[in-house]
């Protein structure tokens, strides 16, 4: 089989280069050095474990450095989306004309609402006594 993959890669120049870049990662992984851990590596990393970060921490701890003008340009930005908000809307509203269209309100006499009450129960009692379903009269 590696014979095969050795006779591949020979033919290939694709597959050769990507062999080559391989072996460059592989060396350089095999060269690295980590770096040292301190003596008390694990009683620092058990301390912050234990630490109870509040949202008031987290709010007011140093940010990351890529986001550390977020907040303050967010917050301009909204205020200028306010002030523009503020200055297009006009200061009074137009007046409302009445249409010819709009509806006339009459006014009634106390004598016509209590006959119109009337009409309403006596239409009430009537359709109890009819079913829903037809028209024939309850027996």
Known sequence: MRAQIEQHLSACPACRKFAANQ?????ALDSWEPAEVSIDFDRKLYQRIEQQVTWW????????PLFRNAVPIAAAAG?????????NRPATAPPVTPSEESAVVETLQPEQVETALEDMETLREFS???RPDSAEPKM
């Open 23 to 27: 072996r460059t990662v592989w060396q």
């Open 79 to 87: 205020l200028v989306m306010v002030a523009c908000f503020l200055m």
């Open 57 to 64: 921490t987290r709010l007011t701890r140093p940010l990351n």
């Open 128 to 130: 109890h006594l009819v």
